[in-house]
């Protein structure tokens, strides 16, 4: 393990300062009223988080930290900001679940009739908070971040400002995610009274330990339990999970696709980086508070998802459960007694995340195809023989929705069975009982649609006609979905040497 402390700090943050640039510069272009010119964002949009991607790409080469060859790290900005494989996988996924977003809100915003550039350089914003999120060292750098990507969703929430859902759902998201803000900063600010730092770094290496001692640990002990609730706001596990179902439903649908992964991963990379690197030295106290929430939030999510007639609600609950199944790989890694099982445990996290980005994307996206004038098409009963009116747009949502129920052959399978393995790996084996009948219990509303698609009857015979920008992102979902549930070995790989900058911190 080689650790770089980067001299200059910009060459560090060269990937978020392009895409700042590129979203101040969609800004810009949201005031000319030149109709051909705004026809262009949604490229442009597309184009800079290539560029991005390019950009940090090169840097890791230049650096030497590519996430196939070498587990190194580099550290700037006095410990604040990091940037090791680990970050670079996930600053990839939140690239990608970007461009995934924007090639499916074109069609979705004319529409809605909605301005374009503000929309996109939002998606832009809330894109550079996540990267940070992902190198963040320090809770300074977690919450500043943290608060750039909540701002840029608040806002895009409510976008839809003629909707009442949606200026509903944005008031929700935005009271409830201050409260979270402020439970935040008290648990770090208590954090940093017993170890007198904010580096992750320092108080999981020396300084956890002075705050353990008994006149000190009541008070350090209460700060991890209020950053946890925070993150869990963030993960909507239960239950934080309030906000959920209205701001999915209330928001525009690429908004909650969006939310539902890029915010989720976003949010699970600070837990990674906390718990690994801040709480290591707290070991199975950690991970029983965690239990506590991923089995609360399986069960109360797929129960719930049940019961649900409006699919955007029944992904939402969806999403809790998902926020449960994935907190079993933190789980295991804290309540691991070996090195290998603790990485698995990380392994299968980071595995799961990139799996549900593009398959929960793909989901959203044959949503946004049955949006079309007067017709919402977010009900349950819209799907009805969906099979004889657009038959590759069912048999896509038939192979995304066995994913997400982690049927064989599908990249959710493979998912699952990571996680699921870490569990009994780490001696939790109670837990990876609990989420399998879980996975049974989603196999109800996941097949309710397929029924609706391939049994039922269409109720109207309304073309179904996508946009290019759409068939590019299904078929992007839906190959990742088929290709990586038979052949998971490359996406297995890269997770597994990302993990590996995390050494320092879990051996």
């Known amino acids: 393990m080689n650790t770089l402390f980067e001299p200059n700090y910009l060459r560090l943050i060269s990937p978020e300062l392009i895409l700042t640039f590129c979203a101040f510069l969609l800004l810009g272009l949201a005031t000319v009223k030149d109709r051909e010119s705004k026809a262009w964002t949604p490229a442009l949009a597309v ?9 940090l790409l090169a840097l890791t080469r230049h650096l030497g930290l590519e996430t196939l060859r070498v587990p190194d790290l580099t550290i700037g900005f006095n410990g604040m900001f990091i940037l090791d494989a680990f970050s670079v ?5 939140f690239l990608i679940a970007a461009i995934l977003t924007i090639l499916i809100s074109d069609r979705y915003l004319e529409l809605e009739r909605a301005q374009a550039g503000e929309y996109y350089a939002l998606i832009l914003f809330a894109v550079v908070g996540m990267m940070f ?9 977690i919450f500043v971040s943290l608060e750039t990507m909540a701002l840029s969703f608040y806002v895009l929430v409510g976008f839809l400002k003629a909707n009442r859902k949606s200026n509903e759902a944005a008031l929700k998201y935005f009271l409830l995610g201050s409260f979270s803000t402020g439970i935040f900063l008290y648990g770090v600010s208590l954090v940093y009274a017993t170890t007198a730092t904010t580096n992750l770094g320092l108080i999981g290496a020396s300084r956890s330990l002075e705050a353990l001692q008994p006149d000190r640990a009541p008070i350090f002990l209460l700060g991890v339990i209020l950053v946890t609730v925070a993150l869990g ?3 909507a596990a239960v239950p934080f999970h309030m906000w959920v179902p209205d701001a999915y439903e209330g928001a525009p649908t690429p908004v909650t696709a969006f939310l539902s992964t890029g915010s989720k991963a976003a949010a699970f990379v600070v837990l990674v980086r906390v718990f690994t690197m801040g709480f290591a030295r707290l070991g199975d106290r950690w991970a029983m508070l965690l239990a506590i929430l991923a089995v609360a939030s399986m069960t109360l999510g797929n129960v719930a998802a049940i019961l649900q007639d409006n699919v955007k609600r029944m992904l939402a609950y969806s999403s809790i459960a998902h926020a449960g199944y994935v ?3 933190l789980i295991a890694a804290g309540a691991a007694h070996d090195v290998p099982s603790r990485e698995f445990g990380l392994e299968a996290v980071l595995l799961y995340l990139l799996i549900y980005t593009f398959v929960n994307i793909g989901a959203f996206a044959l949503v946004i195809l049955l949006r079309r004038e007067q017709i919402v098409g977010d009900r349950v009963v819209d799907f009805a023989g969906l099979s004889r009116r657009a038959p590759w747009a069912a048999f896509a949502m038939l192979f995304l929705m066995l994913s997400l129920a982690g049927i064989p052959a599908t990249a959710g399978f493979v998912g699952k069975w990571y996680l699921f393995g870490a569990a009994v790996r780490a001696h939790v084996t109670w837990l990876a009982v609990v989420a399998v009948l ?3 219990v989603s196999l109800y509303y996941y097949l309710r649609i397929v029924v609706m698609m391939y049994v039922r009857e269409p109720a109207e015979a309304g073309r179904i006609v996508p946009s290019l920008g759409q068939r590019v992102a299904i078929a992007a979902c839906l190959g990742f979905t088929v290709i990586f549930g038979i052949y998971p070995q490359p996406i297995l790989a890269l997770a597994e040497r990302s993990v590996l900058a995390l050494a320092p911190w879990t051996s």
């Open 47 to 55: 184009l800079s988080c290539l560029v991005t991607l390019m950009v």
């Open 89 to 93: 996988f996930f600053k990839m996924i």
């Open 133 to 141: 999120m992902a190198s963040a060292g320090d809770f300074i750098t």
């Open 233 to 235: 706001f963030k993960i």
């Open 327 to 329: 907190l079993l790989g």
């Open 438 to 440: 879980n996975s049974a």
